[in-house]
């Protein structure tokens, strides 16, 4: 079978940049991108898209409106599709029955009825959501119960292992493709179809193919595994500034060990992203369920270590600043969740700004990409009241403005433009002392030093 057709439910950051490479790497193939939120697809049809990401504004406009269209027309998106992508989020549940842990797929779910509902021939269901290990067995279930006797349906798992601000060059060169259908012949054609549209431009030899629950779970897995690095060299990081180790070379040396490698051992603030805490907790809720405590604590420490970690800064925070930030100015360098993207969810510096408005600072941000609007109800979802938002938080267009006259300099995001900051201006613009406390190791440490900055940096023995 030959995909001409294909549709994807979610214009987010999946969906729009994975539909926007497909569709420049498979010109014969006709991509729509549907989403009910009418001003997320407004953006993507205008020249400032909704979602950040370096290289993705030339994809889209060298697509758009060629063979890559946006569109609120759910409906007839769906009934013009050979194969339609889900790429809906899948929040974490914060009611009931594992609240707090479980994955929320009610718009997974509404979107299968949806298509049952619309669905005439033959159709390819491909699930990109991140979602708990036998969804596909539900979203069949849901499809076999409400469409008409002229349709017919396989369903495949497609998880996506794009990196937020590096989307573009893990589409273009992925490490794998990973694949799940089922075994029976219907499944391994409908998986075929989906192999030949990605071997395009993607070696065979990276598409992976696997039975449904393999794929569904190798994502979790996955990015569990990424997480736990961060949280293992994490924890030695506490340990580093107990001893007067250094985790940088702490990481470094234990990285040269070709068994460990090298990558995703940078000690930080803590990990976010919309991926990392949500598919852990997935995980242990998916263990709970299957009767595995053990199994399920071992992985909820990952999550753990994480909060702790963020709370252990805010901590030293105080503790530095005569233990008390109350009416100081502490400027928050960084706002999103890592470098080169406007997406904040999960980010470090929410948990982190909350905590210190809480201990009534003043706080004065910049970043490059975030809007003011998304800083503002970020810390309203995280239960900063309106007054003190109004009162006690300034959002800045420059670094500079945001540092004079503060206390403290909190870089939370490694920006590389925070590399290239003029600090003898910036230590001239604060109150001394001038403390800098470095989530990310950011900042040059020996310079800042030089300068006569006070510098704690995670992991660096004071
Ligand atoms: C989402 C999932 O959260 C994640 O688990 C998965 O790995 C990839 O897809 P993301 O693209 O980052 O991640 O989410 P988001 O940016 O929130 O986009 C989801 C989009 O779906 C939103 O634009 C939302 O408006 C849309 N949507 C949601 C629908 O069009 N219909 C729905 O019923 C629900
Ligand atoms: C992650 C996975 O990498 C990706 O494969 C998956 O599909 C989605 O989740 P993403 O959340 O976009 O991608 O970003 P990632 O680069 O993995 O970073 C996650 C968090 O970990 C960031 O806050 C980052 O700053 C932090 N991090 C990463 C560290 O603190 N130290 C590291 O060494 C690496």
Same mark, same amino acid.
């Given at each position: 079978?030959?995909?001409?057709?294909i549709?994807?439910?979610?214009?987010?950051?999946?969906?729009g940049?994975?539909?926007?490479?497909?569709?420049?790497?498979?010109?014969?193939i006709q991509?729509?991108?549907a989403?009910?939120?009418?001003?997320?697809?407004?953006?993507?049809?205008?020249e400032?898209?909704?979602?950040y990401e370096?290289?993705l504004h030339?994809?889209v406009?060298?697509?758009?409106?060629?063979?890559?269209h946006f569109?609120?027309?759910i409906?007839?998106?769906?009934a013009?599709?050979?194969?339609?992508?889900?790429s809906? &989020?899948t929040?974490t549940k %914060?009611? $009931?029955?594992? =609240?707090g842990? #479980?994955?929320?797929l009610? /718009?997974v779910e509404?979107?299968?009825?949806l298509i049952?509902?619309?669905?005439?021939g033959?159709?390819?269901?491909v699930?990109?959501?991140?979602?708990?290990?036998k969804?596909?067995?539900a979203?069949k279930?849901?499809?076999?119960?409400?469409?008409?006797s002229?349709?017919?349906?396989?369903?495949?798992?497609n998880?996506?292992?794009?990196?937020?601000?590096?989307?573009?060059?893990?589409l273009?060169?992925?490490?794998?493709?990973?694949? &799940?259908?089922?075994?029976? %012949?219907? $499944?391994q054609? =409908?998986?075929? #179809?989906?192999?030949?549209? /990605?071997?395009?431009?993607v070696?065979?030899?990276?598409?992976?193919t696997?039975?449904?629950?393999s794929s569904?779970?190798?994502?979790?897995v996955?990015n569990?595994?990424?997480?736990?690095?961060?949280s293992?060299i994490?924890?030695?990081?506490?340990?580093?500034?107990a001893?007067?180790?250094?985790?940088d070379?702490?990481?470094r040396a234990?990285?040269?060990?070709?068994?460990?490698?090298?990558?995703?051992?940078?000690?930080s603030v803590?990990?976010?992203?919309?991926?990392?805490?949500?598919?852990?907790?997935?995980?242990?809720?998916?263990?709970?369920?299957?009767g595995l405590?053990?199994?399920?604590?071992?992985?909820r420490q990952?999550?753990?270590?994480?909060?702790w970690?963020?709370?252990r800064?805010v901590?030293?925070?105080?503790?530095?600043l005569f233990?008390?930030?109350?009416g100081?100015?502490?400027?928050?360098?960084?706002?999103?969740?890592?470098?080169?993207?406007?997406?904040?969810?999960?980010?470090?510096a929410?948990?982190?700004c909350?905590?210190?408005l809480?201990?009534?600072a003043?706080?004065?941000?910049y970043?490059?990409?975030?809007?003011p609007e998304?800083?503002?109800?970020?810390?309203?979802e995280?239960?900063?009241?309106a007054?003190?938002?109004?009162?006690?938080l300034?959002?800045h267009?420059?670094?500079?403005?945001?540092?004079?006259?503060a206390?403290?300099?909190?870089?939370?995001t490694?920006w590389?433009?925070?590399?290239?900051?003029?600090?003898?201006?910036?230590y001239?613009?604060?109150?001394?002392?001038?403390?800098v406390?470095?989530?990310?190791?950011?900042?040059p440490?020996?310079?800042?030093?030089?300068?006569?900055?006070?510098?704690?940096v995670?992991?660096k023995?004071?």
């Amino acid at each position: 079978m030959k995909v001409k057709s294909i549709c994807c439910l979610g214009a987010g950051y999946v969906g729009g940049p994975t539909m926007a490479m497909i569709a420049a790497k498979c010109p014969e193939i006709q991509v729509v991108v549907a989403d009910m939120n009418s001003k997320r697809i407004d953006a993507w049809n205008s020249e400032d898209l909704p979602v950040y990401e370096p290289g993705l504004h030339e994809i889209v406009t060298s697509v758009r409106g060629r063979n890559l269209h946006f569109t609120t027309e759910i409906r007839e998106a769906i009934a013009a599709a050979d194969m339609i992508f889900v790429s809906v &989020g899948t929040p974490t549940k %914060s009611y $009931g029955i594992g =609240a707090g842990r #479980a994955a929320d797929l009610r /718009y997974v779910e509404s979107a299968a009825r949806l298509i049952a509902e619309i669905s005439r021939g033959h159709k390819i269901i491909v699930e990109k959501s991140t979602i708990p290990v036998k969804t596909a067995g539900a979203i069949k279930t849901i499809i076999a119960a409400n469409s008409s006797s002229k349709a017919s349906f396989e369903v495949l798992s497609n998880p996506e292992f794009l990196a937020e601000g590096t989307a573009v060059s893990d589409l273009q060169n992925p490490d794998r493709i990973l694949i &799940g259908g089922e075994p029976t %012949s219907g $499944g391994q054609q =409908a998986v075929e #179809a989906l192999v030949s549209i /990605y071997a395009q431009w993607v070696p065979r030899e990276r598409i992976i193919t696997t039975n449904l629950w393999s794929s569904e779970l190798s994502k979790l897995v996955a990015n569990a595994f990424l997480a736990q690095r961060i949280s293992s060299i994490n924890s030695i990081s506490a340990l580093c500034e107990a001893t007067g180790a250094d985790v940088d070379e702490v990481a470094r040396a234990v990285g040269a060990d070709s068994r460990i490698g090298p990558k995703f051992l940078k000690a930080s603030v803590g990990f976010g992203g919309s991926c990392f805490q949500k598919d852990i907790l997935n995980l242990v809720y998916l263990c709970e369920s299957f009767g595995l405590p053990h199994v399920s604590e071992y992985w909820r420490q990952v999550v753990h270590l994480n909060d702790w970690q963020k709370s252990r800064f805010v901590e030293k925070i105080v503790r530095t600043l005569f233990n008390t930030v109350n009416g100081k100015r502490i400027a928050i360098l960084g706002f999103a969740f890592k470098k080169d993207t406007n997406d904040t969810r999960e980010s470090p510096a929410i948990q982190i700004c909350r905590d210190l408005l809480r201990e009534h600072a003043h706080l004065t941000v910049y970043d490059p990409e975030v809007s003011p609007e998304s800083i503002r109800q970020d810390l309203a979802e995280a239960g900063v009241s309106a007054k003190i938002i109004a009162e006690n938080l300034e959002i800045h267009d420059d670094p500079y403005t945001a540092i004079e006259q503060a206390h403290a300099l909190v870089a939370l995001t490694e920006w590389d433009e925070f590399k290239t900051l003029d600090l003898a201006r910036i230590y001239q613009l604060m109150l001394k002392p001038a403390f800098v406390f470095d989530g990310r190791a950011v900042l040059p440490l020996a310079e800042l030093k030089a300068q006569g900055f006070e510098t704690f940096v995670i992991g660096k023995g004071h």
